[in-house]
């Protein structure tokens, strides 16, 4: 069982930036891929983007172009980092890997 540690939440005006962190317990490449979600109260969990064992990345339509995914394979540490946030941006983003999930880390955008 892998186990993930996300952090580097926070509260951040409209158009600021964060960067969170999540911390695998296992080779991040060969664990791969390795995805990070949000919810958001009321609503489903969605998938914001993802990282492969070969590097390859994608998002969902509604952060593309202001988020980043990446990874540092000798920290075994996957990023995503949030540019131009938005209100609608804040939820509990989470880390997961096939049934492994992280315990979240809070994001919120103020107007």
């Known amino acids: 069982q892998v186990h993930l540690v996300e952090s580097g939440g926070g509260l951040v005006q409209a158009g600021g930036s964060l960067r969170l962190s999540c911390a695998a317990s296992?080779?991040?490449?060969?664990?791969?891929?390795i995805n990070w979600y949000r919810q958001a109260p009321g609503k489903q969990r969605e998938r914001v983007a993802t990282?492969?064992?070969?590097?390859?990345?994608n998002y969902a339509a509604s952060v593309k172009g202001r988020f980043t995914i990446s990874r540092d394979n000798a920290k075994n540490t996957v990023y995503l980092q949030m540019n131009a946030l938005k209100p609608e941006d804040t939820a509990v983003y989470y880390c997961?890997?096939?049934?492994?999930w992280g315990q979240g880390t809070q994001v919120t955008v103020s107007s």
């Open positions: 997961n890997n096939l049934a492994n």
């Open positions: 296992g080779n991040i490449v060969s664990i791969a891929p």
């Open positions: 990282i492969t064992s070969g590097g390859s990345t």
